[in-house]
């Protein structure tokens, strides 16, 4: 092997390879701890292996979904407030899974920085594990990557992408009918969407992200950074039992772009304002950003972060199970004949 006077190394390019190898080994107890059925190979290989039939399937359809946090990440980045992110990009993907009636298995992540912090990192991934842990999904691989000159000083980028199962022949949405009742599930905030116009409205209200939230306890970037509510569970069971016809997620396109995707041709739907109250964020947005109603609908889920349509005959089982299981659940309306939605009462 040659050696070359003044030689340079990876490192004094930028890349901490060793930086990397003690990151695996610090988040592999988070790691392990997200195991489940199905799980062939732990973290460190070249690729992660997963057993659908070891999990329970007889005749699985795979299902992928692959989400990032959005501009939700600048602020975590600017008040170092990252413990909740990890599980916002779990959210964002296994969510999007359960609509189509899928259970999640696992999940990757990819984490990209200019200079690898260990601790910092560490922090947003064990985010992950938590978000993993919390929807039955396993944490089985993914990716550090150190790009100099890429990121600013201390930022970093947050993607990860989750594959479910379902058995063939019970994907979602099915079966939606005219009169279908329409049960909406409240969230946990702003949950991972809408902060390119969150974040204007903060600047136009002269406020940064240490101000006293004043719409609730904290600081305003506390406040807004509380994570993605998880619906898996309860969606799951509430699919199992029956009756469930479709799933939506709200996320950004608000409940006017998203309700219509699970729609079919022919079908809209009809959603009374006046079933649920604006949270107290919303408001806040609203007032102090001077944005109409139509506008919050199309951008912020508006405290409702998960729509089912459900057969009318069913309709009070499932709303039972989903408020057993810890879920707030508002009669929102019907799926009707025509195309869209059309909103009755006021968003307040």
């Given at each position: 092997?040659?050696?070359?006077?003044?030689?340079?190394?990876?490192?004094?390019?930028?890349?901490?390879i060793d930086a990397g190898n003690a990151l695996v080994e610090r988040i592999k107890p988070a790691a392990a701890a997200t195991r489940r059925s199905g799980v062939m190979e732990g973290l460190g290989g070249f690729g992660a292996l997963f057993d659908p039939r070891a999990a329970g399937y007889n005749d699985p359809v795979l299902v992928a979904a692959t989400d990032g946090v959005g501009t939700k990440l600048r602020i975590a980045i600017d008040t170092g407030e990252l413990d909740g992110v990890g599980i916002d990009l779990v959210a964002m993907c296994v969510n999007d899974l359960v609509c189509q009636g899928a259970e999640p298995l696992f999940f990757l992540d990819y984490f990209a920085t200019?200079?690898?912090?260990?601790d910092e990192a560490a922090r947003v991934i064990n985010g992950i594990s938590e978000g993993c842990r919390l929807s039955g999904a396993a944490l089985i691989g993914g990716e550090t990557a150190e790009m100099p000159g890429m990121y600013a000083k201390g930022d970093f980028d947050l993607a990860g992408f989750a594959v479910g199962a379902m058995e063939r022949g019970t994907a979602l949405p099915a079966h939606v009918a005219d009169g279908d009742v329409l049960l909406g599930l409240a969230s946990d905030g702003v949950h991972s969407n809408g902060f390119s116009l969150v974040r204007k409205v903060a600047e136009h209200a002269g406020l940064d992200w240490n101000s006293a939230s004043p719409f609730g306890p904290g600081t305003l970037g506390q406040a807004l950074l509380v994570p993605t509510r998880l619906y898996v569970k309860p969606l799951l069971a509430a699919i199992a039992a029956g009756g469930v016809h479709?799933?939506?997620?709200?996320?950004?396109?608000?409940?006017?772009?998203?309700?219509?995707r699970v729609l079919p041709e022919g079908l809209g739907a009809e959603v009374d304002l006046n079933s649920w109250s604006l949270p107290p964020v919303f408001d806040w947005l609203a007032e102090a950003g001077g944005i109409a109603d139509a506008e919050m609908l199309k951008t912020f889920n508006s405290g409702v972060g998960m729509i089912l349509t459900v057969a009318p005959d069913r309709a009070a089982e499932i709303e039972a199970l989903l408020q057993a299981a810890g879920e707030t659940v508002y009669r929102l309306g019907t799926v009707t004949p025509g195309t869209g939605v059309r909103y009755s009462g006021a968003l307040r």
């Open positions: 092997m040659t050696e070359r006077k003044n030689g340079l190394s990876y490192a004094e390019a930028g890349v901490d200019g200079k690898l912090s260990i479709a799933a939506a997620h709200i996320t950004g396109g608000g409940i006017t772009e998203n309700l219509p």
